[in-house]
């Protein structure tokens, strides 16, 4: 296994974050500066959300977003939510993934989360073995999922 710090991720992780995130949608348009500022700081302060990350030296290597949810049903408990799992092309197969992937579980825990959500667009099998051996369950709840349509700015 790489040798790597998994921990919270701080403001001056954003632009190694920015370039992880080329290796989660290469095909992504560059987010402008002050967007990717404002958006950083929002995650950073806003109480819900955890961005974790693997740190090989200088570089960040592995990351995900963790948001913890209020929740009124459940007897109050949260549940949390996983988001923008990520690892390095050159990182991968290493053990980076399901380290950053147990943290956020280990922080939903201490929360007292009910439960931890992780929804992927991936049909590839290596990549739900992956989330499987991460402690994730196919076939638990069926997801649903609708997107804004697209338009142009007025």
Known sequence: MTEAIVRSAAEHDLPELLN??????????????????????TLLTSGFTTV???QAGELLVSSCTLAIVPNLSRGGRSYA??????????????????RVLAHALDLAW??????????TGSKQETT????????????????F???RPWRAAL
Do not use: M
């Not at 939510?81 to 399901?98: C, F, K, M, P, S």
């Not at 201490?110 to 929804?119: E, I, P, S, T, V």
């Open 20 to 41: 992880l995130y080329r290796h989660l949608h290469p095909h992504d348009s560059q987010l402008e500066a002050a967007t990717a500022e404002r958006v950083w700081s």
């Open 52 to 54: 974790i990350v693997a």
């Open 81 to 98: 939510v996983i988001e923008n799992v990520v690892t390095h092309a050159d990182y991968r197969r290493l053990g980076l993934g399901q």
């Open 110 to 119: 201490q929360a007292d989360c009910y439960k931890a959500l992780l929804a």
């Open 128 to 143: 739900l073995r992956f989330y499987e051996g991460a402690g994730f369950h196919r076939g638990g709840k069926t997801y």
């Open 145 to 147: 999922e609708v997107r």
